[in-house]
């Protein structure tokens, strides 16, 4: 099996689209920040001067960590296309090319295979943001400097120590990890019956939209199954910056967002050990 | 134990409501040089399919050195390589890793640097390995598409009409390999063609398939002997020889060509039909006993 997966890996970093990804962030993070440091600034700072009077914040307001923070909040609706491009191709690309014809004859079950090109696909996922984590925190403090979090939410304004925001985004990122997650997983499930390389990201991208907003519509009909959208979960990663933790909730979306894996992992599977090779 | 390594039984499938292969029971010996004959669309490529388990039969079983490929897929597929419609690679990456990537597959772990070189000499690779295959013209993804199938040592190997789209240089080269895979080696190959002339070259056994169907099945020199006696009459004037040849009781099958007439006649009665030709004042050029199996082969897939 670790041999399977290495392979899977070595293709998909040999394919010049998995770098699409990566130098889409390299280059939108530093323009984000540059964009930030001429106008964000004055921006920011009106907003914040009157809390320096009244609360007891160390260091700078307009730091490293808040930038990060906003680069989150600006980049977790695009990241699903970066991750659809690599994993959507990932079955349709060989159904495609004709390679299946040249793997699914060996003797490897077809389970085997999916579930390599699975964790190859996790992998890829992960290292995304992960590298979106280096550069906007490397960046950001490297930039902006440090100092404490203003984390705004719907019950006001929370301020986080320095001293917690290692972990704090660590966490974020993880959960965003998990979430994305949700997202490779449809690809993959949509990749495993479509024949094109950009059928699965439309389509993903469609799915992701259209529930998104039935996640975001306030109608009483559609409340019944928003708990069960991972569109409802997907920004989760905020929960990372509330004080004191909503361990109910995170618990809740992290469970809903690893059956909707689970669910669109067991439905490729259906899908792609039926499969008939006909290209 | 017998010796059967492929039997299929009844297998067919079935696209939206028309079959693309049917009731095809093929027997293919260890040692075996088996042709698959059957002009286009006739239902090689989809035989080839189900038996490699690209795609689920509608009907019927393959069982591979005697695993039911269903049940025991893994057992009946691993002394078995092929080369399934056109050889396609991952064209991004060179020809050793796509080596590297088919041969870890069979293996469970990645093969050997010398047993992948070894294999690229064969087919006259080897200086191309670290070569993308995007760069390669059709005849060395062919020849690629071979090594990849030889690299793991199979028992069977099935190529998929391997000379298909080669220049008459390359057809040459393919089937002097397939020559050397079955003596030197000793792997049995089961070859899939449109051209007669080529699986007769190659071939111990053979079946012909049309429109889905399969006709015939045997051995090519069994086949051979069926066909027999069919004689060429080299000879002028044709309509007059014609009248003649088509009153004898021991004539049958006759047929003009632009230069001469071809019929169907017992060895024994040949030279008593050539007496009554010349007798008719007929200029007879030539007299040669057809034993291609040409005429055979066309008038099996053109009749039904
Ligand atoms: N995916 C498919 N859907 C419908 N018909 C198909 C499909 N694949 C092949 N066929 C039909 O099945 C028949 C046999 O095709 P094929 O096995 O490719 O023939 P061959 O390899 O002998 O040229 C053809 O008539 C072809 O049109
Ligand atoms: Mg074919």
């Known amino acids: 099996m670790l041999n399977l997966i290495y392979w899977e890996l070595f293709k998909t970093y040999s394919k010049w689209r998995t770098y699409i990804g990566f130098i889409a962030v390299a280059v939108l993070i530093p323009i984000i920040m540059w964009i930030m440091w001429i106008e964000g600034g004055k921006f920011i700072s009106y907003q914040l001067k009157t809390l320096q009077s009244e609360f007891l914040i160390t260091g700078n307001l307009f730091n490293g960590w808040v930038v ?13 296309t970066l991750i659809a491009l690599v994993a959507g191709d990932q079955l349709a690309g060989e159904a495609t090319s004709g390679t299946f014809r040249l793997t699914l004859i060996r003797p490897v079950s077809r389970t085997r295979i999916l579930n390599a090109k699975y964790i190859a696909t996790l992998i890829y996922t992960a290292s995304l943001v992960i590298v979106i984590a280096l550069l906007s925190l490397g960046l950001g403090r490297w930039i902006f400097g440090t100092g404490d979090l203003i984390a705004f939410d719907k019950d006001g304004i929370t301020i986080l120590p320095e001293s917690d925001l290692l972990i704090r985004f660590m966490f974020a990122y993880a959960l965003a990890v998990w979430s994305m997650f949700v997202v490779a ?11 094109n390389a950009i059928g699965p990201i439309i389509t993903t991208m469609t799915v992701i939209v259209i529930f998104l907003i039935i996640s975001n519509l306030p109608v009483e009909s559609v409340e019944s199954i928003k708990p069960w959208l991972f569109t409802t979960h997907m920004n989760v990663w905020q929960q990372a910056f509330r004080d004191p933790y909503d361990w109910d909730k995170i618990w809740n979306s992290a469970a809903a967002l690893g059956i909707n894996s689970f669910i669109f992992w067991g439905a490729t599977l259906w899908i792609f050990k039926r499969k008939d090779i006909l290209t | 134990m017998s010796d059967i390594i492929l039997r299929t039984t009844d297998l067919g499938k079935q696209y939206k409501n028309r079959w693309a292969a049917q009731a095809i029971d093929l027997e293919v010996h260890r040692g075996d040089v088996f042709g698959f004959l059957g002009p286009n669309g006739a239902g090689k490529s989809t035989s080839i399919r189900m038996i490699l388990s690209l795609i689920t039969p509608t009907t019927g079983r393959v069982e591979l050195f005697g695993y039911d490929l269903f049940n025991r897929r893994e057992q009946a597929l691993q002394n078995v390589a092929g080369i399934v419609e056109k050889p396609d690679f991952y064209l991004y990456l060179s020809a050793y890793r796509n080596m590297q990537i088919a041969g870890s597959l069979t293996l469970g772990k990645t093969p050997a640097e010398k047993k992948i070189m070894e294999t690229l000499e064969i087919v006259g690779l080897a200086g191309r390995a670290r070569d993308k295959v995007k760069t390669f013209s059709h005849g060395m993804k062919q020849r690629l598409g071979i090594a990849q199938a030889l690299l793991c040592d199979p028992q069977l190997i099935m190529l998929d009409e391997p000379t298909n789209g080669l220049d008459p240089q390359g057809m040459k080269e393919v089937r002097e390999l397939i020559q050397r895979l079955t003596t030197e080696k000793g792997i049995t190959v089961f070859l899939s063609s449109h051209l007669l002339n080529e699986v007769e070259q190659v071939a111990t056994r053979m079946a012909i398939i049309n429109k889905g169907k399969m006709i015939v099945q045997g051995s090519v020199e069994e086949l051979l002997k069926a066909n027999a006696n069919k004689v060429f009459f080299k000879l002028l004037p044709l309509k007059r020889a014609a009248l003649i040849l088509d009153s004898l009781k021991t004539v049958s099958a006759i047929e003009m060509t632009d230069d001469g007439i071809m019929a169907k006649i017992d060895p ?37």
Do not use: R
């Not at chain 2, 007929?282 to 897939?301: A, G, M, N, Q, W």
């Open chain 2, 268 to 304: 024994k009665y040949v030279p008593s039909v050539i007496n009554k030709l010349v007798n008719a004042k007929c200029k007879i050029f030539s007299v040669e006993p057809k034993h291609s199996l040409e005429d055979y082969f066309l008038e099996k897939t053109t009749e039904s």
């Open chain 1, 185 to 195: 997983s449809l690809a993959l499930f949509i990749s495993s019956f479509v024949e």
């Open chain 1, 68 to 80: 990060a923070q906003v680069i989150m909040n600006g980049l977790w609706v695009h990241v699903p």
